[in-house]
T-cell receptor, first 112, second 114 residues
Framework: GENVEQHPSTLSVQEGDSAVIKCTYS??????FPWYKQELGKGPQLIID?????GEKKDQRIAVTLNKTAKHFSLHITETQPEDSAVYFC???????????FGKGTHLIIQP | DVKVTQSSRYLVKRTGEKVFLECVQD?????MFWYRQDPGLGLRLIYF???????EKGDIPEGYSVSREKKERFSLILESASTNQTSMYLC?????????????FGPGTRLTVT
């Protein structure tokens, strides 16, 4: 089955700086790669996703890049703000309606 | 907005008890999922369902079963709870088709088995 590795497990950055979280996947059949943000006491919420026919996608301060050859994808957050502090999960799926295989999560801490 | 609700935020049960975790979504989604979340392990898929009375095993189905009698409701059942099933349980739903693969999550049920 699919295996998703996520690094780092904890990331601390100064407010205003950029943050990058990286994931690798093992199954070349995977074609859908979402990123979820989980705030304390809440369920995860989708913040951005990318499909295997696209190399990069941006949404305001958030961007995701995908390298299919190397089987890795990354989340980039620019101009970080206190409200970006949360746990972020990457995931992969070979079919959108199937369950997702998640990475272990990254605790992002924004230092004031 | 899509709303996914879970019957309890916190639950404490004894070893050997039968436990039901209920999940309801209000957006007529075809697909529903149960995950468990543990520190350092992320979210792991237990079971999912494409339609009423349909179910598929996820990555860690052992010790669990599910029931989907109505489209909006997906139940996770622990036939005989054990301490290693102490965890956060998250339910999610997905419309299916239409090009959107976004899963909408409920707030979670933190289950403690003593």
């Amino acid at each position: 089955g699919e295996n998703v590795e996520q690094h780092p497990s904890t990331l601390s950055v100064q407010e205003g700086d950029s943050a990058v979280i990286k994931c690798t996947y093992s199954d070349s059949a995977s074609n859908y790669f979402p990123w979820y943000k989980q705030e304390l006491g809440k369920g995860p919420q989708l913040i951005i996703d990318i499909r295997s026919n696209v190399g990069e996608k941006k949404d305001q301060r958030i961007a995701v890049t995908l390298n299919k050859t190397a089987k890795h994808f990354s989340l980039h957050i620019t101009e970080t703000q206190p409200e970006d502090s949360a746990v972020y999960f990457c995931a992969a799926s070979a079919g959108g309606a199937d369950g997702l295989t998640f990475g272990k999560g990254t605790h992002l801490i924004i230092q004031p | 907005d899509v709303k996914v609700t879970q019957s309890s935020r916190y639950l404490v049960k004894r070893t050997g008890e039968k436990v039901f975790l209920e999940c309801v979504q209000d957006m007529d989604h075809e697909n529903m999922f149960w995950y468990r979340q543990d520190p350092g392990l992320g979210l792991r898929l237990i079971y999912f369902s494409y339609d009423v009375k349909m179910k598929e095993k996820g990555d860690i189905p052992e010790g669990y079963s599910v029931s989907r009698e109505k489209k909006e409701r997906f139940s996770l059942i622990l036939e005989s709870a054990s301490t290693n099933q102490t965890s956060m349980y998250l339910c999610a739903s997905l419309r299916g088709g239409g090009g959107s693969y976004e899963q909408y999550f409920g707030p979670g049920t933190r289950l403690t088995v003593t």
